[in-house]
């Protein structure tokens, strides 16, 4: 029996899908991924994912953004060549700090967004040239596919899954 | 039905005592007379000052305190170089010279009414003027620039040349006193009894202008301390009722459990709006000084008080259509607060026309909302400062009162929920409210970086002047707003999950709520009572009271209907409205 066995089951609606979703998770099944063709509202919650990080690393990348900002004004403003650029008192960061607020904003917002997205890309692992991991292309149409690795409790699974109205159920091994 | 508890009229009542006694001595303990007003001078003087010397010391910080410059500078140079405060007068000076001759002070001048307006100076003016020599002779570099300033017949390469040498001794000031001179070498404005005879005149004298100005600002003070309160309620319901208008013309279906909450608080509306219209009366009689523009002569070429620059305006600033504008808009206001209210309690019926008949009126509401919005903020508020005027002021107004009034619903509502008269309204609610508080305090931080730093950058003396004042007799109060407006609301509330934790949101709203009065205080205090602002009784009580009046408003208009607007036909959406990434923390509904 090899080991790397998984149930597909497909359904064709969200509704149905998270209740088979809580129906598998209450009779102790692990679920190994579920696969949607546009986000269900609760499904991370239904699944017992744990919540997202992102918004955390988007705060600190941010926050580096205003630094190195503050940094950049400082340095080349104040501290590198200080002019008397149309009477703008370069004397201090603190006394020209309003001229220099607008390029502080954008770099937080730059920061923050575009480091945030390339953490997405890594942490989700996609990127150009990558293979699809798609079990059944009908998931990025119009149905929904429930994956549960298979230990010797085949057919326990398929009636349970089956009694969740999934339209359609099989064992497939995984490479 | 809710059932205003008597422990909360009790509250709200003796709220409004308090307030009522504490205004009532602070108009008691205002100077009557000049006299008074003197020693009061004397002994802040001592406590600031450590008693050096005569008057002139709190002239030092007070800008736009008179127009004896001449006097002053050479009193305060001979005293700079044997006093250890040499450096600080300096710069306090050059600040002065700002504050004093920019044509932007008429407004401190022309407010007091007291026979020290500045008109355009006549050319046989200018020739007396330069002919002081004692004056001339007595003066230094800073006095010197001075006189280049005021008497435009100087070369405009010499007063350039006077310029850059104070940029070099006056690192900090250059922008402004640079400008300024320019300008004023433009407009050459300055006082008429500001002839030769003064220039010798003895200190004394001068004190004795200073003394007399001062009186008038005190006597503005328990004014303008029920002034900021009476915007700030006024404004906080105004705004609460429009977020309501906006809710239901946009069809909102979040809200409507919280329909009744925001109805209650508009109900505020009426009440301030008495009290709103009997200083509109009070002010039109001039019972107060808080308008520079409604003192005698101000549009009168031939008086003292002539203020060309005002009579310009006079199209708009007069006081007939003051008056009108004002009830006007208190009118529109409880008009269309009336008639939503009354329809929305029918509406529990469940009848549909009467729905659709509700967003028109919100949709009028809206629009007549924006344009009286504007207007207020331009007569009420801008008007203090006559000379003034900025393009994005009434929104930024807006942004003040909008992020007020939905901390003030937020509030309420937690109140009401925790004790259990809200059954309907979850955590989502809440969290979407906290939303909003977060969002319009980095909005409201937008606009005023965005007034503040455009004025900043081109430093035109006729607007910088509104800046320069704040930020040299108001720099705690108006910088520190922006740590209550801006920095703890956005560390507070930038966690999705503290959106909904009650106690974090009573702090984020306690910021926002001071942070917003502040951001008042500061557009009204600097332009009636200048260096004479504190708070004190006055300002507390006056706030307290309008604090009774708002409870007493609220919980009774709660009182009266139904919790929950059941003929909405959005209620159901409502009721079930579920925002599903926060946790929910058990106060909740049942309904998700």
């Known amino acids: ?175 | 039905m809710y059932q205003f508890s008597g422990k909360l009229k009790m509250l709200a009542i003796v709220l409004m005592a308090l307030g009522l006694l504490g205004t009532v001595i602070s108009f008691m303990n205002t100077p009557s007379t000049l006299e008074e007003a003197k020693e009061i001078l004397a002994a802040q003087e001592a406590s600031h000052h450590g008693g050096h010397g005569s008057s002139h010391g709190s002239d030092a910080h007070h800008v736009g305190a008179d127009h004896k410059t001449e006097d002053k500078h050479v009193t305060e140079h001979k005293e700079a170089s044997k006093d250890d405060h040499s450096n600080e007068k300096v710069s306090d000076q050059v600040e002065h010279v700002v504050g004093d001759h920019g044509d932007e002070t008429v407004a401190d001048h022309a407010k007091h009414d007291d026979g020290k307006t500045l008109i355009n100076e006549t050319k046989e003016e200018h020739a007396k003027h330069v002919g002081d020599s004692t004056h001339a002779k007595e003066t230094v570099t800073d006095h010197a620039k001075h006189v280049v300033g005021s008497h435009g017949d100087e070369t405009v390469k010499e007063h350039s040349e006077h310029a850059n040498e104070d940029a070099a001794n006056h690192a900090e000031d250059t922008r402004l006193t640079d400008s300024l001179n320019g300008h004023v070498t433009d407009k050459a404005h300055t006082n008429p009894t500001h002839g030769s005879e003064d220039h010798g005149g003895a200190d004394a004298h001068h004190g004795d202008h200073h003394a007399e100005h001062a009186f008038h600002q005190m006597q503005n003070k328990p004014w303008s301390a029920v002034y900021v309160s009476l915007i700030f309620f006024l404004g906080i319901s105004l705004l609460v009722f429009a977020f309501y208008a906006a809710q239901r013309v946009a069809h909102a279906g979040w809200s409507v459990v919280l329909f009744r909450v925001m109805e209650a608080i508009t109900a505020n509306i009426h009440y301030v709006s008495v009290v709103m219209l009997i200083f509109i009366i009070l002010t039109a009689m001039h019972a107060n000084h808080l308008f520079p523009w409604m003192a005698e002569g101000t549009f009168d070429p031939l008086s003292d008080n002539y203020d060309p620059i005002v009579d310009g305006k006079k199209w708009w600033m007069n006081l007939p259509g003051w008056v009108i504008r004002s009830v006007f808009y208190l009118a529109a206001w409880n008009v269309f607060r009336f008639i939503i209210r009354k329809k929305s309690i029918q509406q529990d019926n469940g009848d549909l026309k009467l729905h659709k008949n509700l967003y028109n009126i919100s949709v009028g509401f809206v629009v007549v909302f924006m344009i009286t919005e504007s207007m207020m903020s331009w007569d009420w508020i801008m008007g203090i400062d006559p000379h003034w005027f900025s393009t994005l002021f009434g929104w930024y107004v807006l942004a003040t009162l909008l992020v007020s009034a939905l901390t003030v619903i937020c509030l309420v509502t937690l109140y009401l929920r925790s004790r259990g008269h809200l059954p309907l309204v979850n955590d989502s609610h809440i969290h979407d409210l906290a939303k909003f508080m977060f969002g319009f305090s980095v909005f409201w931080t937008y606009l005023w970086f965005a007034q503040f730093m455009l004025i900043w950058y081109a430093d035109m003396p006729e607007e910088t002047v509104y800046f320069a004042l704040r930020f040299k007799e108001y720099i705690v109060p108006f910088i520190g707003m922006l740590a209550l407006n801006f920095i703890f609301p956005i560390l507070l509330l930038i966690n999705s999950d503290f959106k909904t934790v009650p106690w974090v949101i009573v702090i984020a709203g306690a910021f926002i709520l001071v942070g917003h009065y502040v951001d008042l205080y500061v557009m009204i205090m600097p332009g009636t009572v200048g260096a004479q602002w504190g708070i004190g009784i006055g300002e507390i009580s006056a706030f307290l009271f309008f604090l009774g009046l708002f409870i007493f408003a609220t919980f009774n208009a709660f009182s009266k209907a139904n919790p929950v607007p059941k003929g909405n036909p959005f209620l159901h959406e409502s009721e079930t409205h579920h925002y599903y990434i926060i946790e929910h923390r058990g106060e909740d509904n049942a309904h998700h």
């Open chain 1, 1 to 175: 029996m090899s080991t790397n066995k998984v149930i597909h089951a497909i359904y064709n609606d969200d509704d149905i899908l998270m209740d088979a979703v809580k129906k598998v998770r209450g009779a102790h099944h692990h679920i190994e991924e579920v696969y949607t063709p546009f986000p269900v509202h609760g499904l991370d919650k239904a699944l017992g994912l744990a919540p997202t990080r992102l918004a955390i690393t988007a705060f600190l990348y941010g926050i580096t953004g205003t630094s190195v900002a503050a940094w950049l004004t400082w340095y080349t403003m104040i501290a590198d060549w200080p002019q008397d650029i149309g009477g703008k008192p370069s004397f201090s960061w603190i006394e020209n700090m309003p001229a220099f607020v607008p390029i502080l904003f954008e770099l937080t917002v730059f920061f923050a967004a575009h480091l945030m997205v390339i953490t997405f890309y890594m942490r989700s692992r996609i990127w150009p040239f990558k293979e699809a991991e798609n079990p059944d292309p009908r998931t990025t149409d119009d149905h929904f596919l429930m994956e549960i690795p298979v230990h010797d409790n085949e057919d326990e699974l398929t009636s349970l899954l089956e009694s969740t109205g999934a339209v359609e159920i099989k064992v497939v091994d995984k490479h």
